[in-house]
T-cell receptor
Framework: KAGVTQTPRYLIKTRGQQVTLSCSPI?????VSWYQQTPGQGLQFLFE???????NKGNFPGRFSGRQFSNSRSEMNVSTLELGDSALYLCASSFTFLGQAGNTEAFFGQGTRLTVV | AQSVTQLGSHVSVSEGALVLLRCNYS??????LFWYVQYPNQGLQLLLKYTSAATLVKGINGFEAEFKKSETSFHLTKPSAHMSDAAEYFCAVSSGNTPLVFGKGTRLSVIA
C-alpha cells in the first residue's frame, strides 16, 4: 500500500510569507504527527492530530498551526516566516493516537524541505 | 519528562566491523523505545522497537538492540557493517501519553 505522502518536497519562501504543507497518511491511519528537523535542534515535535482533533502540541509559537480533515489528510501552516523556520518538516502517520498507545509504529514521509530566504 | 541521549554525533567503522550506537533514555514510566534510520533526503524508517515483550530486540537489516533497565540504555548493534548502513540513526522514546521524543541522532560512516 502507498506510504505517507508529503507535498511539496521542496519549497523556497521569503521571510514574512506564510506556507502550507500537506501530508496524506497511509490508508486507514487516523493519526498524523508533525516534526521539525534542523541540524542544531534535531527532531522536534510540533503537534499530533487524531480524528480531526489536535491531541498533543509541542513547544512552538502560535505561528505554527495545523489541521486534519475527515479523510485524515493533514496540513501544517506557518505564518510570518522567519529565517529560523528553514528546516525539514516530517509527517508521520500511525493507526492509533501515539499519545494513547506508545508502542504504535509511526511511518514517516520523505519530508518537505522548507528554505526561508 | 522523557529524554534521549545519543552518545557520539558521528561514528565511523570499517566495512565488516561491529557497529555500536549508544542510546540512553530517561523516563518516569516504563518506556517504549525505538530506533529509526534516515538516509539522505529521506524520511525516517523504523529499524526496531522495544515494547516490553523481550529485552533483546531484532530488527531489519541485521540490527538488534538490547534494553537494559538498570543502565537505562537501548544500544543498537550490528555484527558486521555494510556500506549501505551509512546513514543517520535516531533513538526515540515514548510512553503511554506522550509523543515520540528523539535523540539528536548519530551519523554512521562505513569505510571500505
Amino acid at each position: 500500500k502507498a506510504g505517507v505522502t508529503q507535498t511539496p518536497r521542496y519549497l523556497i519562501k521569503t521571510r514574512g510569507q506564510q506556507v502550507t504543507l500537506s501530508c496524506s497518511p497511509i490508508s486507514g491511519h487516523r493519526s498524523v504527527s508533525w516534526y521539525q528537523q534542523t541540524p542544531g535542534q534535531g527532531l522536534q515535535f510540533l503537534f499530533e492530530y487524531f480524528s480531526e482533533t489536535q491531541r498533543n502540541k509541542g513547544n512552538f509559537p502560535g505561528r505554527f498551526s495545523g489541521r486534519q480533515f475527515s479523510n485524515s489528510r493533514s496540513e501544517m501552516n506557518v505564518s510570518t516566516l522567519e529565517l529560523g523556520d528553514s528546516a525539514l518538516y516530517l509527517c508521520a502517520s500511525s493507526f492509533t493516537f501515539l499519545g494513547q498507545a506508545g508502542n504504535t509504529e509511526a511511518f514517516f514521509g520523505q519530508g518537505t524541505r522548507l528554505t526561508v530566504v | 519528562a522523557q529524554s534521549v541521549t545519543q552518545l557520539g554525533s558521528h561514528v565511523s567503522v570499517s566495512e565488516g566491523a561491529l557497529v555500536l550506537l549508544r542510546c540512553n533514555y530517561s523516563s518516569s514510566v516504563p518506556p517504549y523505545l525505538f530506533w529509526y534510520v534516515q538516509y539522505p533526503n529521506q524520511g525516517l524508517q523504523l529499524l526496531l522497537k522495544y515494547t516490553s515483550a523481550a529485552t533483546l530486540v531484532k530488527g531489519i537489516n541485521g540490527f538488534e538492540a538490547e534494553f537494559k533497565k538498570s543502565e537505562t540504555s537501548f544500544h543498537l548493534t550490528k555484527p558486521s557493517a555494510h556500506m549501505s548502513d551509512a546513514a543517520e540513526y535516531f533513538c526515540a522514546v515514548s510512553s503511554g501519553n506522550t509523543p515520540l521524543v528523539f535523540g539528536k541522532g548519530t551519523r554512521l560512516s562505513v569505510i571500505a
